[in-house]
């Protein structure tokens, strides 16, 4: 197979991390067993602990038996280095300029961060200071990239610091702002399915959308995350990243094209167009909880204030959906791990029917990102039989099912999209911006009014002030 990508070199930031553990060297991997990426390319690992190659290669023994492994190997090479020293940086330099000159040319260097966030303005100036962000000294940044990952900053003002001090080093066209979401392949197949197909975007509007549903629902806890999620939050973890992009492929506009930028200009405009709930509001629109078990959380403060579920309400200002209210739920030891869209339109079950009892719930689409990736249409039928009853009944779509595959993983799609420089699926400035302005707003709305955190169940469904939130509108979780 040919790659189409040209000879690269990957220096991966916090390379003995989990991220890199459980994301980025799996991903890696199968693109190397697929012959997708090149025949020469080079990862560097750099991190504080001062091991050789081989007991870095170790780090990853799960993949020791596969026949591939060992040759996946020789492109494998490890920097030690503390992130605030310039003497690992310096002794990268001299190994990246003996691939250059291996090569005969500039190879271009992409830079991975992979690290927790604290880490992120050090490492910047260090690239900077000793001008490794340059490339090989050539004069031009053609050569370099950076890959940074969420959570972009803490808040508005942390996000556009920042951006800011990337935008003193990098071009725009050089940053990779991650969210694996946009990578998954039915996030990427919404805007297919709804303006590739004329039957959808006539009633993709408040004419016919009663309310729109998310729900992003993790089984799991913080799982040994506590040191990070501690002081964070799902708000900021997994609310002002996923779930905005999922809300801006729901109420986005087609776009002038399939292209990058129009794309991305198009997601902008949909995330800008969220009305960001006023402060005084937020203990009323917002409801923040924790799961019972959460403070005894390895490296979890005792009495620790951080939520770890929310369910809010807001409304998109924009001509397609104006007056339609959205509703969001995320939350960690939930039932079931459950991440979809549900667009809920009017129930206009006819007056012929009244008598017989139309179901409350009419047409429901719901895109399922995970698990089972697919679509599934509810709508109403009759029930055999001599009497004349009406049921909801399901139509679904499985992409393994249709396809005998679910798509390429997110994270692989994403590397070889910052391979090729494909910027469609990375967050653009003005798109950060806009998300945190609404987040930071919540934020502050409960550092001023201090609304109540509600304890729920380990396993169960969240706090029943969340089901509060949606019945007082005479709507339904589904």
């Avoid at 090149?38 to 750099?46: D, L, V």
């Avoid at 001299?94 to 090569?103: F, N, R, V, Y």
């Avoid at 402060?279 to 923040?288: C, G, L, S």
Wanted: aromatic content about 12%.
């Amino acid at each position: 197979m040919d790659s189409m990508i040209s000879p690269f070199v990957l220096i991966i930031f916090g390379a003995t991390g989990d991220l890199t553990n459980v994301k980025l060297m799996p991903s890696l991997f199968n693109l190397f067993k697929q012959g997708i990426l090149p025949q020469e390319f080079f990862i560097f690992g750099f991190s504080r602990r001062e091991i050789g190659e081989s007991e870095f290669h170790d780090l990853f023994a799960t993949y020791k038996d596969d026949p591939l492994w060992l040759d996946f190997t020789k492109h494998l090479h490890y920097q030690s280095g503390k992130f605030e020293e310039e003497k690992g940086y310096l002794e990268l330099i001299g190994e990246l300029t003996k691939i250059d000159e291996q090569m005969g040319a500039c190879v271009t260097r992409l830079f991975y961060l992979a690290t927790p966030p604290d880490n992120y303005e050090m490492i910047l100036d260090m690239l900077n200071k000793t001008k490794l962000a340059d490339g090989c000294g050539q004069g031009s940044n053609k050569w370099t990239k950076i890959v940074i990952e969420k959570p972009f900053g803490h808040d508005l003002d942390t996000a556009i610091h920042l951006d800011q001090k990337l935008g003193e080093i990098f071009e725009e066209r050089q940053i990779f702002r991650v969210d694996h979401y946009l990578g998954k392949e039915n996030v990427q197949n919404m805007i297919a399915f709804r303006f590739a197909n004329s039957i959808f975007d006539p009633v993709w509007n408040s004419q016919y959308v009663d309310h729109v549903q998310i729900t992003f629902s993790e089984a799991e806890g913080v799982k040994g995350r506590g040191k990070f999620f501690d002081g964070v939050g799902i708000l900021r973890d997994v609310g002002q990243n996923h779930l905005m992009q999922l809300v801006a492929a729901v109420a986005m506009d087609q776009p002038r094209s399939f292209t990058k930028e129009d794309v991305r200009d198009a997601r902008v405009a949909a995330i800008q167009s969220i009305e960001c709930i006023q402060q005084e509001m937020v203990a009323k629109d917002v409801i923040r909880g924790q799961y019972a078990s959460y403070r005894d959380e390895k490296n979890v403060d005792p009495s620790s204030q951080t939520e770890t579920y929310v369910a809010m309400k807001f409304m998109i200002n924009n001509k397609r959906f104006a007056n339609t209210p959205f509703y969001i739920r995320m939350g960690k030891k939930m039932p079931k791990e459950v991440m979809e869209i549900s667009i809920v339109f009017r129930q206009t079950c006819h007056l012929l029917f009244k008598e017989y009892g139309c179901p409350e719930i009419g047409n429901v689409l719901t895109i399922r990102i995970q698990p089972d990736e697919g679509i599934s249409m509810r709508f109403i039928a009759k029930k055999p039989g001599n009497k004349l009853a009406l049921e909801p009944v399901e139509m679904k779509f499985s992409y393994k099912e249709s396809f005998g595959s679910k798509g390429t993983d997110a994270y692989e799609r994403i590397l070889l999209d910052i391979l090729h420089g494909d910027q469609m699926l990375f967050n653009r400035t003005d798109e950060l911006r806009s998300s945190w302005k609404f987040i930071t707003n919540i934020l502050n709305g409960w550092q001023v009014f201090d609304p109540p955190l509600y304890i729920y169940e380990d396993g169960s469904n969240g706090p029943k002030e969340a089901y509060e939130l949606i019945e007082k509108d005479g709507k339904h979780w589904l």
